[in-house]
C-alpha cells in the first residue's frame, strides 16, 4: 500500500492542506480563507475554534479529492505563521482569540525593553530583536490590558503548537517556532526562567509547553480528531514547524550556502548557520528545523498582501495574471512612483504607514501597481542587503510564497536583486510539503531533511537579471531609500 502524508500550511490569511507521495508528489489540496477581525486600529485577530474547524475541513477534503484510504497517511504535521498568540485557557477552552503576526497591539514594550536596558541585557542570549507581534510582547500586554485573561492562560501556542495540540490532545513548544517567540534562550535552546523574571511576566515559565524538534513525533491523531478530519485514529503527527522554516526544508535549504527569499503576507529572507550571528544589524536568530543549525532571518509584514488590498481597492475581479500584464505594460523607468509597503507593518520605523509618493495627474492605476509590485521587491532588498553584510553574495536565490506564482515578480526580484532566483517546480503549496517531510522524517522513511529534499524537492532552473533591468532599478531603490530615510523622522507624529 502506497504511502502518503498530509500537510496543514496555517497562514495569516489562508489555510492551505496537501496530500503528498513519498517521491513528493502533489496529490490533492484544499484551501479556506480565514475570517481575520480588527477590532482596533492595528489589531488582528481571529477565532481559534473556527481556525480548528477550517483545518479538519481541509483535511477531509483532500482525502476526498485524492481518493486515499485513511489508513494510507502514514503521518501528518502543521507549519504555520510565526510570532503572534493562541493562548489555551485552563478551562479547557481558547483563552482569546488567536492574535495574527500582523497584530501591533503591543508595539510599546519593545520599545520600553529597549529604552530602559532590558533588551541589551537579555541579548547574548535571546539573540534577536523584540517585536509587537511576539509572543513575549503580547503576554505582556495580556498581562497590563487583560489580567484575567493572562491568569486563565495554560498553554501560550504558536498557531503550529495549537493545531497540533487540537490533533494529538498534547501539548509541546516546536523549536522553530517558541524560537522566534522572544521567550526562549535560543543561544543555548532552553526555556530559561531568568528571562521571563527580567521582562516582568514570571508566570510565563508555566505557560510553555515542553520543548520537540520539528521531525519528532508529537502525539497521535485523537478520536476526537479523526471523526473531525476523517484522519485515522492513531496516525502519527510530527512536530512540524514555522511555516517559513517549511518553505526552506521544501526549497531543500540543508547548507549554509543556500540562502532564500519568501514572499507571502511577510517578506521573509533568510540562510542557516552553524553559530548564531549577533552584534550586527542582524534582527533575529532562531532554532532551525535541522537540530544544530540557526536560522539567520530578516522579516517584515510588507510583502504580497500589499497587492492582496490594491486588488480589493482598485483592480476588483481582476485575476493575478491579468494584473501582471497591465503591471508589465508600464516601462520601470516610466515609473516614478514610490509605494512604501507598510500596510501591515514596517521593517523600518513600528508606525510607519503605507504610502505612494511622487503621484502626478499624468499616472494611472497601472503606475500604482507597478509601484506596489515594486515596493514589495525594494523592502525586500532592505532586509537582503543587510543579511549579505555578514555572508558572501550566493550563486542564486531560491523563492518561494505568492510572488513565486508570477513570472513578472519573478523577473522583477532577479533584476532588482542582480541575483539568478529558482523556484521549486511541481508543487504548489511548499509549506505543506515542508510538513509532509517533516512527518516522514519523524514516522522513519527519511533519515533527515536532506535526505527527505533529495527524494521529494525539484528545482527549475535559473531565473537570470536583466542587466539593462537591474540598472534601472538600482538608481530607483537609491530613491526609494531616501523616500524612506526622510519619513523615519516623521512617523512618530502618528503615535495613537
Given at each position: 500500500m502506497e504511502k502518503y502524508f498530509i500537510g496543514l500550511d496555517n497562514g495569516g490569511t489562508m489555510i492551505k492542506a496537501a496530500l503528498f507521495t513519498m517521491d513528493g508528489r502533489e496529490v490533492a489540496t484544499a484551501g479556506r480563507a480565514t475570517e481575520t477581525s480588527t477590532p482596533r486600529p492595528g489589531w488582528t485577530e481571529r477565532s481559534m475554534e473556527t481556525l480548528w474547524e477550517q483545518n479538519a475541513a481541509c483535511v477531509r477534503q483532500v482525502l476526498a479529492e485524492g481518493c486515499v484510504k485513511p489508513?494510507?497517511?502514514?503521518?501528518?504535521?502543521?507549519?504555520?505563521?510565526?510570532?503572534?498568540?493562541?493562548?489555551?485557557?485552563?478551562?479547557?477552552?481558547?483563552?482569546?482569540?488567536?492574535?495574527?503576526?500582523?497584530?501591533?497591539?503591543?508595539?510599546?514594550?519593545?520599545?520600553?525593553?529597549?529604552?530602559?536596558?532590558?533588551?541589551?541585557?537579555?541579548?547574548?542570549?535571546?539573540?534577536?530583536?523584540?517585536?509587537?507581534c511576539q509572543q513575549v510582547s503580547l503576554l505582556a500586554w495580556l498581562r497590563d490590558n487583560d489580567r484575567a485573561v493572562y491568569d486563565n492562560v495554560q498553554y501560550a501556542f504558536s498557531v503550529t503548537d495549537y493545531v497540533r495540540f487540537r490533533l494529538t490532545g498534547e501539548a509541546?513548544?516546536?523549536?522553530?517556532?517558541?524560537?522566534?517567540?522572544?521567550?526562549?534562550?535560543?543561544?543555548?535552546?532552553?526555556?530559561?526562567?531568568?528571562?521571563?523574571?527580567?521582562?516582568?511576566?514570571?508566570?510565563?515559565?508555566?505557560?510553555?509547553?515542553?520543548?520537540?524538534?520539528?521531525?519528532?513525533?508529537?502525539?497521535?491523531?485523537?478520536?476526537?480528531?479523526?471523526?473531525?478530519?476523517?484522519?485515522?485514529?492513531?496516525?502519527?503527527?510530527?512536530a512540524g514547524m514555522f511555516d517559513i522554516d517549511s518553505c526552506a526544508v521544501a526549497m531543500s535549504i540543508t547548507r549554509p550556502e543556500e540562502f532564500c527569499t519568501i514572499t507571502g503576507t511577510w517578506t521573509i529572507n533568510e540562510f542557516i548557520s552553524p553559530k548564531p550571528i549577533t552584534g550586527t544589524r542582524i534582527a533575529m536568530n532562531s532554532l532551525y528545523a535541522i537540530p544544530g543549525y540557526y536560522l539567520i532571518e530578516e522579516s517584515s509584514s510588507t510583502g504580497a498582501g500589499n497587492l492582496e488590498w490594491v486588488i480589493d481597492q482598485l483592480f476588483q475581479g481582476e485575476t493575478y495574471a491579468r494584473l501582471d500584464g497591465v503591471a508589465a505594460g508600464v516601462k520601470p523607468e516610466d515609473c516614478d512612483v514610490y509605494f512604501l509597503p507598510f500596510l501591515q507593518g514596517s521593517n523600518r520605523h513600528p508606525l510607519a504607514k503605507a504610502s505612494f509618493v511622487g503621484l502626478t495627474s499624468f499616472h494611472t492605476r497601472a503606475h500604482l501597481l507597478r509601484s506596489v509590485y515594486e515596493g514589495v521587491v525594494f523592502s525586500a532588498k532592505q532586509h537582503i542587503d543587510t543579511l549579505l553584510s555578514v555572508r558572501g553574495r550566493p550563486s542564486a536565490i531560491r523563492m518561494a510564497g505568492g510572488a513565486a506564482n508570477s513570472a513578472f515578480w519573478t523577473q522583477m526580484f532577479a533584476d532588482i536583486l542582480e541575483t539568478p532566483i529558482e523556484t521549486v517546480t511541481g508543487v504548489k503549496e511548499l509549506g505543506a510539503l515542508g510538513c509532509a517531510m517533516s512527518a516522514a522524517c519523524a514516522t522513519g522513511i527519511y533519515r533527515d531533511y536532506a535526505e527527505a529534499a533529495a527524494a521529494m524537492t525539484r528545482i527549475a532552473p535559473p531565473i537570470d537579471p536583466d542587466p539593462e533591468a537591474a540598472a534601472i532599478y538600482r538608481r530607483k531603490y537609491e530613491k526609494y531609500a531616501a523616500v524612506c530615510d526622510a519619513l523615519d523622522g516623521v512617523w512618530h507624529r502618528f503615535e495613537v
Open positions: 489508513e494510507s497517511v502514514a503521518g501528518v504535521a502543521v507549519c504555520g505563521h510565526g510570532k503572534g498568540l493562541y493562548a489555551w485557557g485552563k478551562d479547557g477552552r481558547p483563552a482569546y482569540e488567536g492574535i495574527i503576526s500582523t497584530d501591533n497591539r503591543a508595539w510599546k514594550y519593545p520599545k520600553k525593553w529597549k529604552e530602559d536596558g532590558v533588551h541589551a541585557a537579555l541579548y547574548d542570549r535571546l539573540c534577536q530583536q523584540f517585536m509587537a509541546y513548544s516546536e523549536a522553530t517556532n517558541i524560537s522566534g517567540s522572544g521567550l526562549l534562550n535560543v543561544r543555548d535552546a532552553r526555556i530559561d526562567g531568568s528571562l521571563l523574571d527580567a521582562l516582568g511576566i514570571p508566570e510565563v515559565v508555566d505557560m510553555i509547553p515542553p520543548l520537540r524538534y520539528s521531525s519528532e513525533r508529537c502525539g497521535e491523531i485523537t478520536k476526537d480528531a479523526a471523526d473531525k478530519t476523517g484522519l485515522a485514529e492513531g496516525t502519527p503527527v510530527a
